[in-house]
């Protein structure tokens, strides 16, 4: 079973560019699920999709961020314009039960100069 | 606010020596307590869930026990492999998000 898939891996960008995460969940399952660690900080709940829906989008920080699922399969995030205080690396997860465990990417490292 | 804190941050450990890893939670309703495993560069990997006080899971040298206020992750004789940062999160009943603590650092020495 192929496993969730992030990409790029790293990203180093500008001050007020924009940029794109992708994530790939392991097919079937409904739940997807993105989180943020920023630098000396605990990981952080971004928000949750149920197929296309958002479900929870409570910890998603301000309007420059936007997710979306597109067909209730893969999920992008974009951050427009990005800031220095956004980096850190951004997990997508993906689970088909909501109280069991997720099954983490391996992130993108997001770079913001 | 769900809230997680992890004891110690970092330890070192000789291979064989056992110890435990200590989560405390303060959530309004537990739905689960959830241990992750994070290796360098990677995401966290799914260990255990927790539902109730009382709980215990194993897997291989670790063992994972829950009471209301806290969770503690036993590693036993532990081996270089089991170096890693180990994450604790709980998840609140009527949400599905989970609230992460910053992790112990564990390294064993041969």
């Known amino acids: 079973e192929a496993g969730v898939t992030q990409f790029p891996s790293h990203s180093v960008i500008e001050k007020g560019q924009t940029v794109t995460l992708r994530c790939d969940p392991i097919?079937?399952?409904?739940?997807l699920y993105w989180y943020r660690r920023v630098m000396g900080k605990e990981i952080k709940f971004l928000l949750h999709?149920?197929?296309?829906?958002?479900?929870?989008e409570s910890g998603m920080p301000n309007n420059r961020f936007l997710a979306e699922r597109t067909g209730g399969t893969y999920s992008t995030l974009k951050v427009q314009p990005a800031e220095l205080e956004d980096s850190g690396v951004y997990f997508c997860?993906?689970?088909?039960?909501?109280?069991?465990?997720?099954?983490f990417g391996s992130g993108t490292r997001l770079t913001v100069v | 606010e769900d809230q997680v804190t992890q004891s110690p941050e970092a330890l070192r450990l000789q291979e064989g020596e056992s110890s435990s890893l200590n989560c405390s939670y303060t959530?309004?309703?537990?739905?689960?307590l959830f241990w992750y495993r994070q290796d360098p560069g990677k995401g966290p990997e799914f260990l255990f869930t927790?539902?109730?006080a009382g709980e215990e899971k194993e897997k291989e040298r670790l063992k994972a026990t829950l009471t209301k206020k806290e969770s503690f992750l036993h590693i036993t004789a532990p081996k270089p492999e089991d170096s890693a940062t180990y994450l604790c999160?709980?998840?609140?009943?009527?949400?599905?998000?989970?609230?992460f603590g910053k992790g112990n650092q564990v390294v064993v020495i041969p």
């Open positions: 959530v309004s309703g537990l739905r689960g």
């Open positions: 999160a709980v998840q609140a009943r009527g949400n599905n998000r989970l609230a």
């Open positions: 999709f149920v197929k296309e829906s958002k479900q929870d």
């Open positions: 997860a993906s689970s088909l039960r909501t109280d069991y465990g997720y099954t």
């Open positions: 927790l539902y109730s």
């Open positions: 097919s079937g399952h409904d739940n």
